[in-house]
């Protein structure tokens, strides 16, 4: 069946490090969406990626989706804790806007 | 505007006992969805509803009821619980319209702890 899988799992980072998460399907997505949980809290949508290769910042987040819409992955610049959480992909799933997630990649920033 | 709303915020169940988790929306989405999250696995639909009085199966079922009587409320039943069912639960909902594909707002969570 259909799978997204995202790495790493975990990354722990110093504040003012980079940071990237990687996302990859097993079949070609319409479109990938992006969401960000914070410790806690529940799943907000970041941001929808539709166009092969196409690339998106939203302030210091860079998001890019693969020019054969198999993967994508989310950049951050000079990580702030304000950033910690669990940074989720998700695609379409059969219709209904029913979508199938990846298993998240858990942020840690430590001052 | 609240958004999406769930009740209750935190239960302990005794295995066997059953329970219901209530989730309502008030910006008139007409799909309704309930995911369950446990660590390392990320999100997994159990049921998800396309208009009120209709339901259908997600990737794990087993062990849950829903139904929606009301285009506001989707309610998630257990009838039996189980310590596996012990986990994180999120209601989410969403517009109708697909072009290329609508977002998908989430509730605060219920977290369930079956001994």
């Known amino acids: 069946g259909q799978q997204v899988m995202q790495i790493p799992q975990y990354q722990h980072v110093q504040e003012g490090e980079d940071f990237t998460t990687y996302c990859n399907s097993s079949?070609?997505?319409?479109?990938i969406q992006w969401y960000k949980q914070r410790p806690g809290g529940h799943p907000v949508f970041l941001i929808q990626?539709?166009?092969?290769?196409e690339v998106k910042k939203q302030k210091r987040l860079t998001f890019q989706f693969g020019e054969a819409k198999k993967n994508s992955s989310l950049h951050i610049t000079a990580t702030q804790t304000t950033d910690v959480g669990t940074y989720f992909c998700?695609?379409?799933?059969?219709?209904?806007?029913?979508?199938?997630f990846g298993a998240g990649t858990r942020l840690a920033v430590h001052p | 505007n609240a958004g999406v709303t769930q009740t209750p915020k935190f239960r302990v169940l005794k295995t066997g006992q059953s329970m219901t988790l209530l989730c309502a929306q008030d910006?008139?989405?007409?799909?309704m969805y309930w995911y369950r999250q446990d660590p390392g696995m990320g999100l997994r639909l159990i049921h998800y509803?396309?208009?009120?009085?209709?339901?259908a199966k997600g990737e794990v079922p087993d062990g849950y009821n829903v139904s929606r009587l009301k285009k506001q409320n989707f309610l998630l039943g257990l009838e039996s619980a189980a310590p596996s069912q012990t986990s994180v639960y999120f209601c989410?909902?969403?517009?109708?319209?697909?072009?290329?594909?609508?977002?998908?707002?989430f509730g605060p969570g219920t977290r369930l702890l079956v001994l």
């Open positions: 989410a909902s969403s517009y109708r319209h697909q072009i290329p594909q609508e977002t998908q707002y």
């Open positions: 079949t070609t997505l319409s479109n």
């Open positions: 990626l539709v166009k092969s290769g």
């Open positions: 998700a695609g379409p799933s059969g219709g209904y806007n029913k979508l199938i």
């Open positions: 910006m008139n989405h007409e799909y």
């Open positions: 509803s396309v208009g009120e009085g209709t339901t």
